[in-house]
């Protein structure tokens, strides 16, 4: 299994002003970098695990780059490398390149330059990083290679070829649609349509007939026939979006149709039959809705026959600077601009922070900050208040500091249990029994916990 991408560009420069600005042209491609000013540290960094793309000064102190291009290609033939230059001398670039350098690049660097070659060298990286066997860090057009992010794309993969019925749960701004979207893409019903219904934003009349459909009469305001959404979704797939919101009254009827396949329009004497496969997605938890009795238990073991948890923001936090990057470049395409990166700083700070609106908020943010940032290159200066002032997520035994911004109580408290309990686990090896020990709680109270966040479904 190759590494994943970040884990093989090193950079050897020693200039400090070249090096940073290597580092966020990087960064802001969503590409981390290891780092070193120091050419004997550089050579035992690529004897030890070389790397694939290599960014190094020809006049490094220790060891050149000529001598480190040398070795990077005896360790890995397909390495990249591109050399850095102090002397703007075509000969010696040209021989650079017959020795098998990707690009020399002239320093002090030009911003532009640096950003296509490194465009240039990402590139035919990427291709080869949405290869299965490679770390992939982009599914479909979904971004992301932490392993938490990376478990639920196998997932998806083995449960789009089923039939199955799909929960999609995941805090508010997660991605939850965009799952819903990769099952239906990748599963044999692809050719036919994906029909989303947002449940909790629809009153219950109308939400019943924009499933079911009506007949024209049906209701006084129902002046001609309307086909539902179960109807449209017929050898597709429907997407019920918040479906803990639906009355108890549609959950007795949805609960027909997944059973039967059979309902009529409101109005109407005809029984429909359909062929549908059913995603839900919620972002409250079921479980309790069902002990509360809003939710019926039957429909509710219906609709859970293949849960999947998509994590918060802040349980892969490796996937921010990708995200980062990505968005980046989305809306430097499409609101124009001149903004070429971000800062490592502004980098550091968005990768702290604890995202309660997820990858919703950072993807809103980075368009406010596109938009209306003064520089090319983004920097603390423009990021909102509670992002620069985030603290690092708390080291163990230290507690959170409350900001004049305000905190998110639960929230916090939330993340502090989450905290202890996946510790508690991992020391434990997952047993359940040694964790609660560890924690000095009973077993039954932890695994109610755990129930209560998901971590059991
Ligand atoms: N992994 C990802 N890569 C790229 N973009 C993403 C990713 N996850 C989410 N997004 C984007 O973030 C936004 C929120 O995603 P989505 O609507 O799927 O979340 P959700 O969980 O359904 O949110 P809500 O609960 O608010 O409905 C969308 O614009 C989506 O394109
Ligand atoms: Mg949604």
């Known amino acids: 299994m190759n590494q994943p991408m970040t884990k093989t560009v090193l950079v050897a420069i020693s200039r400090p002003e070249t ?12 590409v981390g970098a290891t780092m070193t000013n120091n050419g004997a540290t550089a050579r035992d960094l690529i004897q030890r695990e070389p790397p694939a793309i290599v960014l190094a000064e020809m006049e490094l102190p220790l060891a050149g780059g000529l001598e480190l291009m ?7 033939r397909t390495a990249r490398v591109v050399l850095v230059s102090r002397q703007d001398s075509l000969r010696e670039a040209m021989a650079a390149m017959r020795a098998g350098a990707f690009d020399v690049l002239a320093d002090p660097l030009d911003l532009r330059e640096l950003g296509d070659c490194l465009d240039r060298l990402l590139g035919g990286r990427r291709a080869e990083a949405c290869d299965p066997e490679a770390g992939r860090s982009v599914y479909g057009h979904i971004i992301g290679e932490s392993k938490a992010i990376r478990d639920v794309f196998r997932l998806v ?7 199955s019925t799909v929960m999609i749960y995941g805090e508010s701004g997660t991605g939850k649609e965009l799952i819903a979207r990769a099952i239906h893409h990748r599963s044999p019903r692809c050719h036919k349509p994906l029909i989303p219904v947002n449940c ?36 597709g797939t429907i997407f019920l979006d918040e479906i803990a919101d639906m009355s108890p009254k549609l959950q ?7 059973q039967e396949h059979k309902f009529e329009r409101i109005g109407g004497a005809k029984t429909l039959s359909v062929d549908i496969r059913v995603i839900t997605a919620t972002n409250k938890n079921l479980r309790h809705a069902v002990q509360e009795g809003r939710f019926r238990e039957d429909l509710f073991y219906r609709l859970n026959v293949i849960p999947v948890t ?3 923001l802040r349980e892969r936090r ?9 968005f980046l470049k989305r809306f430097k395409e499409t609101k124009g601009g001149g903004v070429q990166g971000i800062d490592p700083d502004a980098m550091e700070k968005m990768v702290h922070y604890a995202w309660p609106g997820n990858i919703r908020e950072l993807e809103n943010i980075i368009e406010r900050m596109v938009i209306l940032a003064d520089g090319d290159i983004l920097t603390m200066e423009d990021l909102p208040g509670r992002i620069s002032e985030a603290k690092p997520p708390t080291p163990s035994g230290a507690v959170p500091r409350v900001t004049e911004d305000g905190v998110d109580f ?38 109610e916990k755990m129930k209560k966040k998901g971590m059991l479904v």
Do not use: C, Y
Request: hydrophobic share 45%; net charge negative.
């Open 19 to 30: 090096a940073k600005m290597v580092e966020t042209a990087l960064i802001s491609r969503g």
């Open 157 to 163: 993969d083995k449960v789009a070829a089923s039939d």
């Open 410 to 447: 639960n929230q916090m408290v939330e993340d502090f249990e989450n905290q202890l309990i996946e510790q508690a686990l991992e020391l434990a090896g997952g047993v359940k029994n040694q964790a609660a020990k560890l924690l000095n709680l009973n077993r039954t109270t932890l695994v």
């Open 70 to 76: 040398e070795l990077a290609l005896a360790q890995d």
């Open 252 to 258: 007795v009827k949805l609960l027909r149709v997944l």
């Open 318 to 326: 490796t996937d921010i600077p990708l995200l980062v990057g990505h």
């Open 310 to 312: 998509v994590p918060p």
């Open 200 to 235: 909790g934003a629809i009153p219950e009349e109308l939400l019943e007939s924009e499933l079911f459909g009506h007949e024209k009469g049906a209701f006084t305001s129902a002046i001609r026939t309307r086909v539902g959404r179960f109807e449209l979704a017929d050898g």
